[in-house]
């Protein structure tokens, strides 16, 4: 009896000593798109203290390649999180292949300790899921592309 009681504090104290992870604070959206023919593509990769922009410039344009950083003020971070519905986003099954005949896709992934998951969907396609998610994207590629 006394060593399942020691075995019991351990186990508790054990729990005790253990942090639910914050999912907000370790998720990675990376979301971009590509065409066919050399015609140029992006990225765009989003933490919770950074956003990176690359846009790589299609072969003989006379327009200079992007490549942006900048932080992410707490109050849009929250705003990203509040457009990310990851429990939606993981039942999404989008997995095109447009670039394989010279069309366009876009693509997003979006990972953290627990999921990962990534689709790939015609480039402009609006799937409601995700909305406030591609408005966001969009929002910020704008903001980048200047």
Known sequence: MKYLSFLILILFGFF???????????????????????????????SKSSIRYVYYVPAK????????????PDSEWLEILNAVNIDEFVKLDYNSCN???????????VQNDQISHKIRFAK??????????????????SEFSK
């Open 16 to 46: 005790l000593s253990c942090k639910k992870s914050d999912v907000s604070s370790n998720l990675n959206i990376h979301a971009g798109f590509e065409c066919g023919w050399g015609s140029g593509t992006d990225t765009l990769d989003i």
């Open 124 to 141: 402009g396609l609006k799937i409601d899921a995700i909305d406030k998610l591609q408005n966001k994207l969009t929002q910020l590629r």
């Open 61 to 72: 344009s006379p327009l200079p390649q992007i490549n942006k950083t900048r932080s992410v």
């Open 99 to 109: 670039i394989c005949v010279d069309g366009c896709d876009e693509w997003i992934s």
